[in-house]
Structure formats: structure tokens, C-alpha cells
């Protein structure tokens, strides 16, 4: 059981990684400096700078007047969600990795942008067989369990407007799935994305009652025991309500 399964492909060139990663940092959170990016890849600021300059070459990162990097021109042609991403992410890596030590499945938290999810931060566990690092990657809102969990708070005329023209999406079974979604409170994505993959997820909800984010299990479908769904919906819900807590603190 390969695909997401796993950490990283047996022969992967570091520092390709290094500069894939980074542009995707670029184009979802935002500006960086040197020392920004030598702490979210864990390498020298040397290491950081050289990778950030070649980036810049390829235009797909620019230096702007106060010495920080921004996404280039390359990047910006892909919408990017105007959420405060770096304060989600550092408010709620806490939370995830006390979920993950709660149930020892990987945790994400991701975002919705228009038909996407698009992964902000993932906390693997600690198990051999696991879902790996998914920060960056995006996935189809109406087949991803965080993205469901996040359609289900949109307004009907909201949802039609998003979907009307996806003729690859049965828009009145997707409503009726995201009824159930509200009634039950969280969402199933059961190898809708991923062979092999299951996931769990719950919005996140603002003072307004709207859906801000969402947080997510991921986890290896043999693994996953619908007599366990119960545990993991309520490792979910705290988790997300003191997510929620935060935020609103402003923490």
C-alpha cells in the first residue's frame, strides 16, 4: 500500500523537496524571509537563501523592498485563499499533535478555496503503516472529508453557484450527502480520493457560524473500524472546539 501512504519515494532528491516545499509555502502562506525558511525546512539560512535565489530565477519567487520573498509570477497564477494561513497553522499544530497522540492517526488542517481543499499543516503518527505529510497538496472539496465537512456550512444558493457548471458533479446527491454531513456533524471520505486512504473530518466554525477551516484523520482504510468512528468524531470535536477557542482569543 504505496501512494500517500508513505513518507517521502525511496529515492527522493532532497533538495528538490527543499525547493518544491518551499514554493508551496510561498504560494499559500505567503511572504518569507531567510530565516522564515530556514526554520519551516529545518535547514542552514545559507541553504535556505540559495534555494529561495533559485527560485527567484525561475520566477517562481520575487524579493520584495523589506528583503522578503513572495510568490512570483509562476505561482500567482494559481488563486490563492486570503485566510490568515500562519496563524491557523501555528494556533492549531498544538491541537493536532495532542489529537495524534490521542489516536495515533495522522491529523491535518486545511482550507476551502472555491471546489479545493488545500492542506495547511499535517502531523503524522507515529505507526509504520500511516498517511503521510499532505501540507500543500489539494484535493476536490466535495470528495475530501475536510471539504465536506466545509460545503455541508454553505447556503444552498451558495453550493449551487459552486457547483452548477462541474458537470462531473451530481449536484442533488451532493446535497444530499452534505445534509447527512450537517445531521451527523462530520464527514467520510472512504478511497473517494486516494485507493487505500480513509479520512474523518469536522469544520471549524467562526463566531458567525460559518465554516473557517477544517480539520481531518487520515488513515489507512484497513484500518478503519467503524466501531472506532465514534472515538475519533469526539478526538475530532474537542480538538476543533478548542481550535475554535483560540482563534476567537486571538491567540
Known amino acids: ?27 499559500q502562506e ?9 526554520e519551516r525546512l529545518a535547514v542552514s539560512a545559507s541553504t535556505a537563501h540559495r534555494l529561495l535565489a533559485m527560485l527567484v530565477y525561475r520566477d517562481f519567487a520575487e524579493q520584495g523592498s523589506d528583503r522578503r520573498y513572495r510568490a512570483g509570477a509562476v505561482l500567482r497564477r ?12 501555528r494556533v492549531a499544530l498544538p491541537h493536532l499533535q495532542a489529537l495524534v497522540r490521542r489516536v495515533q492517526e495522522t491529523a491535518n488542517i486545511m482550507l476551502l478555496v472555491r471546489d479545493e481543499v488545500r492542506f495547511v499543516a499535517t502531523v503524522e503518527c507515529d505507526q509504520v503503516l500511516r498517511v503521510g505529510d499532505r501540507a500543500g497538496r489539494a484535493l476536490p472539496a466535495h470528495l475530501a472529508s475536510g471539504g465536506k465537512a ?8 451558495e453550493l449551487t453557484d459552486l457547483y ?13 450527502e452534505l445534509s447527512a454531513v450537517r445531521k451527523h456533524g462530520f464527514a467520510i471520505n472512504n478511497q473517494q480520493t486516494e485507493t487505500g486512504l480513509t479520512g474523518v473530518g469536522i469544520a471549524l466554525r467562526d463566531p458567525s457560524g460559518k465554516s ?28 476543533a472546539g478548542r481550535i475554535e477557542q483560540d482563534l476567537s482569543a486571538g491567540l
Do not use: C
Request: charge should be positive.
Open 1 to 27: 500500500m504505496k501512494n500517500q501512504l508513505t513518507n517521502k519515494p525511496a529515492y527522493a532528491i532532497e533538495s528538490v523537496d527543499h525547493a518544491l516545499h518551499l514554493a508551496q509555502l510561498l504560494q
Open 30 to 38: 505567503g511572504p518569507l524571509r531567510v530565516t522564515d525558511a530556514a
Open 78 to 89: 494559481v488563486e490563492r485563499s486570503e485566510a490568515p494561513i500562519f496563524l491557523l497553522r
Open 150 to 157: 466545509m460545503l455541508s456550512t454553505l447556503t444552498a444558493p
Open 164 to 176: 452548477a457548471s462541474r458537470h462531473d458533479v451530481d449536484l442533488p446527491r451532493l446535497q444530499r
Open 212 to 239: 473557517a477551516a477544517a480539520i481531518s484523520l487520515s488513515l489507512p482504510a484497513a484500518r478503519f473500524d467503524r466501531e472506532r468512528l465514534p472515538i475519533w468524531v469526539n478526538a475530532l470535536s474537542a480538538t
